[in-house]
């Protein structure tokens, strides 16, 4: 049946869906929460990443005629999920986008909802919590942003400098056009699309968090990076590279490079587009914040910078967790050694 479209929904939403391999039935659950939103206007806009898996293509293709509001796109070849999106932004047109994970559910309101408080709050980016679901749908944590100690921001006015702040999955994040149109093309540095995303929206007119779980984001054997939690994260290091202080820096290290210092660079590629003459400034600085912290390996003295650059209000349980890998890597190493392998 084709979808019918509310006309007295005025702004419509483009919603991007990357597809690769999925499971089929995560697949249908996921594409069928999304037809079945009690917000009907919108474009549903797959990009298949190439993927071997027949049935897959299949499931697209057949959702794709039963519903107008689908348009599907088969990749030539595998691009991976960063072009992947990439690829997607270009095809959008409408005032809001919604990006969509392949394998999640989606509560019937979560459009409705978000399209709501992203003009009330006038803003240029919400997001929302999340139920953590395992495979079959049951409810592990009630709350995401909770078990992830992620912050709650419901005062727009707020200032987070997200260098290091994956603060929103991307499944559950809406965007303005004017965000999108910053974000494109994609830099070198770009490895997570709902990363930069935030941090152009909180340049621009800020982000607002409903602070209620209106998707269910699963977690499985093939997505379980996004649920994992620091120490099993240390379980599956220390497995692999060991328990001694050696493999802990090497730890710090990486955690250092691929995440604090990836994520300001990302970033900082965009200083260019926003209107703020001190941006780039600033993010030179965090920069050299951080590779001065990452050389520490007993104490970094200057943790007046944390509160300089990174510290912000509703940082909660992740200020303490910051403070000690970065400033405090002698106790970090304690933290280590007291994670038990198994």
Not at 140 to 150: A, D, G, I, Q
Not at 176 to 205: C, G, Q
Request: hydrophobic share 35%; proline share 2%.
């Amino acid at each position: 049946m084709k979808g019918n479209i509310n006309k007295k929904m005025e702004d419509k939403v483009d919603i991007l869906l990357t597809t690769y391999n999925t499971n089929p039935k995560f697949l249908n659950e996921q594409i069928n929460s999304i037809l079945n939103q009690t917000y009907s206007n919108f474009n549903l806009i797959i990009s298949d990443d190439f993927s071997s898996n027949e049935n897959v293509v299949k499931i697209l293709k057949e959702f794709e005629k039963k519903d107008n509001r689908i348009k599907l796109y088969i990749q030539e070849k595998n691009i991976g999920c960063t072009k992947s999106f990439e690829f997607l932004l270009t095809k959008s047109t409408s005032e809001y986008i919604a990006f969509s994970d392949h394998d999640d559910i989606w509560y019937p309101t979560k459009i409705e909802e978000c399209v709501k408080a992203i003009k009330e709050e006038n803003v240029s980016l919400v997001y929302c919590d999340a139920n953590q679901i395992d495979k079959d749908g049951n409810i592990l944590n009630e709350s995401y942003l909770r078990y992830k100690n992620l912050p709650i921001l419901t005062n727009k006015k707020q200032s987070i400098l997200p260098f290091s702040r994956h603060i929103a999955i991307g499944c559950s994040q809406l965007i303005t056009k004017e965000v999108k149109d910053i974000m494109l093309p994609f830099t070198d540095n770009t490895f997570a699309h709902d990363w930069h995303s935030l941090y152009i929206a909180s340049r621009l007119n800020g982000i607002y968090c409903i602070d209620k779980p209106l998707l269910g984001y699963r977690i499985h054997e093939n997505n379980i990076f996004g649920g994992r939690d620091l120490k099993q994260n240390i379980k599956i290091w220390k497995n692999k590279n060991g328990n001694n202080y050696k493999s802990f820096l090497e730890y710090r290290y990486n955690v250092i490079t691929n995440t604090y210092l990836a994520g300001t660079k990302m970033c900082k590629d965009y200083s260019n587009k926003i209107k703020d003459n001190n941006l780039e400034i600033l993010e030179n600085n965090v920069l050299e914040y951080f590779k001065q912290a990452q050389k520490s390996k007993i104490f970094y003295w200057k943790l007046y910078k944390y509160f300089k650059y990174l510290y912000f209000k509703g940082i909660g349980k992740r200020l303490y967790k910051e403070i000690v890998i970065l400033h405090f890597p002698i106790i970090s190493y304690l933290v280590f050694k007291m994670v038990k392998n198994k």
